[in-house]
Each structure stands twice: as C-alpha cells, then as structure tokens.
C-alpha cells in the first residue's frame, strides 16, 4: 500500500540553523504531496503543497520541491525560530485516495 | 471563520461506556473523515466520507460507528470504550476526494479507564 518514510526525531536546532526534514513516499497514481504542520495542543495545519514534478511549495519561509523521480518532497528552511518548533507531517494524496500520513518529525529549536 | 469544529475538547471515559464525538464543517465539504493520532503512529485514518449518506471504513474502523445525514456533520460513535482507544481524535474535511488539501478539527483528546 502507499506510505510514507520521514524521520521521527526529536530533531533539536539552535535558532538560526538549516532546517532539512526527508520525506519519501510510495503513492498510487500521480499525487499532489503535502506538509502539515501541528504546534502544541492544536489540530494540523498546511504549510505547503505542491501538485505536479518540479514544483516548489513554500510558506513562512519553508520550502519543499517535489522531485517525482527520487519520489521525495524534502522540507527546507534556512533559518528556523523558536516559534518553528511542532510536528511536521509529510503527506501525499493522489486523486480518488485518502490521505497517507508520515509519522511525523517532532522539531524543537532551542534559543 | 469557523472551519471544522470538533467538541469537546477533552473526555475521560470509563471502559465500557459509549459516547459521541461531534465535527461540523461550514465550507460545504463534501469529504470528511476521522483520524486517530497515537505516539510513533501518526494519523490512522478511522472512518470517512465522501458525502451525505455515504460512508466507509479506513485503516482503524472496529470498535467505532460513524453517519453522515448532512454535509455539514459527521459524528464519531465509540460503542463500547476500550483502553486502546486512549487517544488524540481528529476530524477533517475537503472540498471532494480529490488530491486537494485538508481542513482539520482542533482535536479530542479521550482517556478511558
């Protein structure tokens, strides 16, 4: 079945450092691929998308280029903030399918 | 703006018991669905719909009821808690099954003892 591989974390920063989060799926299909974004105590969020190969999602200075030959949409910043700090979900959906979840990267940024 | 209202926000419940777990939407989604968010597992998908009157069951249905009479709700029933349904539940919807993004609930945090 279709599915995804991020890593878990914890993935602790200092302010200001590069941000890179992998994400690799297998998905049925053509699929739009999606990142997700969950602060403390709240329900998900999108922070970007992107709908077709080469295309660049970004959002709050994020960044995430889906590349359909390595089947990867890996989530880059170049300077993260305390205020960065959540759950970050990596999620492809191909037209006709339910969403497939990563289980998530849990990101602290220390000041 | 409303957008996908879950209530309530937090349950404790005793092994045994039943209850209802309500979502409303008001962007006239015709998907809804239901996850489950556990440590280490992600969102499990537990029940879903794709329209009034129509639903089906995801990665995580047994144990759990869902109906869709209107659009705009789509209440989750736990039949009989268990301790393995501990956990952060979450409503979401979308404008059709499409691959377009998803609106979600604040979520449910539910503890059964």
Request: aromatic share 12%; hydrophobic share 30%; net charge neutral.
């Amino acid at each position: 079945g279709d599915s995804v591989t991020q890593m878990e974390g914890p993935v602790t920063l200092s302010e200001e450092a590069f941000l890179t989060i992998n994400c690799t799926y297998t998905a049925t299909g053509y699929p739009s691929l999606f990142w997700y974004v969950q602060y403390p105590g709240e329900g998900l969020q999108l922070l970007l998308k992107a709908t077709k190969a080469d295309d660049k999602g970004s959002n709050k200075g994020f960044e995430a280029t889906y590349r359909k030959e390595t089947t990867s949409f890996h989530l880059e910043k170049g300077s993260v903030q305390v205020s960065d700090s959540a759950v970050y979900f990596c999620a492809p959906r191909a037209y006709g399918q339910n969403f497939v979840f990563g289980p998530g990267t849990r990101l602290s940024v220390l000041p | 703006n409303a957008g996908v209202t879950q209530t309530p926000k937090f349950q404790v419940l005793k092994t045994g018991q039943s209850m209802t777990l309500q979502c409303a939407q008001d962007m006239n989604h015709e998907y809804m669905s239901w996850y489950r968010q556990d440590p280490g597992m992600g969102l499990r998908l537990i029940h879903y719909s794709v329209g009034a009157g129509i639903t089906d069951q995801g990665e995580v249905p047994n144990g759990y009821n869902v109906s869709r009479s209107t659009t705009e709700d789509f209440p989750l029933r736990l039949l009989s808690a268990a301790p393995s349904q501990t956990s952060v539940y979450f409503c979401a919807s979308s404008y059709g099954k499409g691959n377009t993004e998803a609106f979600f609930g604040q979520g449910t945090r539910l503890t059964v003892v």
